[in-house]
C-alpha cells in the first residue's frame, strides 16, 4: 500500500478558502499509516456539526456554509475523506473499500472525542455517514441528508452505469468539471481548479475513479449486507431528521422518500426540495446551513 500527499503548493490561494488545516493520523491497513486533513472552526462550541462531501469532492464544496455554521454558535468539522482534498490518497484502487471509508472516517468522531453531533452528508458522504449514525447513534443528535442514500443491492440504473464507466475509463478525470456539470448556478474558473488541486496527476485519482465501483447497487456487492444491517438500526433513530434533496439532481432525486419513509426522526419534518443540482452545497448553501441550524426549532 503507498500513500500519496498532495503538495501543500497545490492548495495556494484558493477562492473563497482560508480555513486552518488540521490533520489526524489514522491507521489506513495492512500497518500503513496515513494523514487525514479536516476543517475545524469554532471549535469551543460544543454543539457540532459534521459534513461529510462525496465524490470527487472535498471540504472545499462546504466554504460557503461553514461560517453560516460558524457565527451561528456551531463548531464545524468537515473532513476530506481519505483519497481527496488535502487528505493522504492511496495509489491503488483496490485499496479503497466501503468498509474502510467508514472505519477511516470513524476516527475523526474517535479521535476528536466528538458528541452532541449534527450530521449533514451529501452523495457519498451520506453513504458513509449513515452507517456511522447507525453504530453510534448517540453520538449523533440529528441529520440533514441531501442527495444521497444507503442502497441494499439494487437500484442501479443505464445513468449511474455510464458515470461509473466514465470514471473508471475517461483519459483525463476532471474533478472541477464533473462539479460544474453538477449544478445549476455554475462556478468559475477559479473554483473549478479549485475541485482539481488535489489531483496533480492520475495517480493520485484512485479513489475518485474507483467509488463508482463500492456503491452497492447490486446483490453481490460486499457492502449490502452491512447497509441492511444499519438500515435496521436507523429504522430506530429518532431524533431530528431532514432531507433538502436538489429538484434538479438526475442521480437521487426520489431517493429522499424512502429515508422519509424508514427514519422514524423523518416523520413531520419540514422537508424541501431545493432548486440545486448533485452539488447542492455550491447551489444552495444558505438554505442548506439554514436547515441544519433549524433542525431543532
Known sequence: MKVLRTPSEYFDNLKDYSFQENFINIEVGEGVTARMHYVDENSESSDVVLLLHGEPTWSYLYRHMIPIL????????????IGFGKSDKLSERTDYTYERHVAWTRNIIEQLNLTNITFFGQDWGGLIGLRLVADMPDAFNGMVLSNTGLPIGKGASEGFDSWKNFCETVEKFNSGRV?????????????TAAYNAPFP????????????????????????????????KLKKFDKPTLTLFGSEDKIFLGGEKILQKLIPGAQNMDHKLINAGHFSQEDQPEELAKGIINLFN
Open 201 to 232: 496527476d492520475d495517480t493520485y485519482l484512485a479513489c475518485a475513479r474507483h467509488f463508482p465501483s463500492l456503491v452497492p447497487l447490486s446483490p453481490d456487492n460486499e457492502a449490502v449486507q452491512d447497509n441492511i444491517d444499519a438500515w435496521e
Open 70 to 81: 460558524a457565527k451561528a454558535g456551531k463548531r464545524v468539522i468537515a473532513p476530506d475523506l
Open 179 to 191: 462539479v460544474f456539470g453538477g449544478c445549476v448556478s455554475k462556478i468559475d474558473e477559479d473554483e
